[in-house]
């Protein structure tokens, strides 16, 4: 299944067949920071919050890391796992710039899979291949409470809706 996003106004095809809400995250496996490979077993027993981007080095992808940081500060037994094509080394830099503390960053440098079985792949424009822009929650079996495939590369993810979520459960 495909859908389109937008980028500056261009359309960009994004293979999204995006998890549904009562269905299992599918299993990943990314690199960590120390680049060690991580699954979805790391996080087991945890709530989940996934910031899905294409990279660190794009203001919107950077504002998302730094809201959901701080918003992360402040619920119990969750994670907060940013996803992205960077680098850990990028990644690592900018946690520690800007001096982040509850967030985890991870690399789909060894795990180009989960973009696909994540439903974010971007399929067409000059960004093909990386993953377009999503927030997803889930909770402490890896059930899927909410799910959010932002329309525009440029605009961030709903973040109250998805801490609306959390509350629920």
Known sequence: MSGAIKFNEEPILVENDLPQIGQSLPFF?????ALEDISLDAFRGKRKIINIFPSIDTPTSAQSVRQLDAIAAGLDN???LNVSADLPFAMSRFYDEEKLGHVTNLSTMRGRDMLKNYGVLMVTSKLAGLSARAL???DENDTVLHVELVNDLTSEPDY???????ENT
């Open 160 to 166: 109250q809706a998805a801490i609306a979520s959390l």
């Open 136 to 138: 997803m929650v889930a």
């Open 29 to 33: 496996l990314l690199v960590n920071h």
């Open 78 to 80: 969750t994670v907060v």
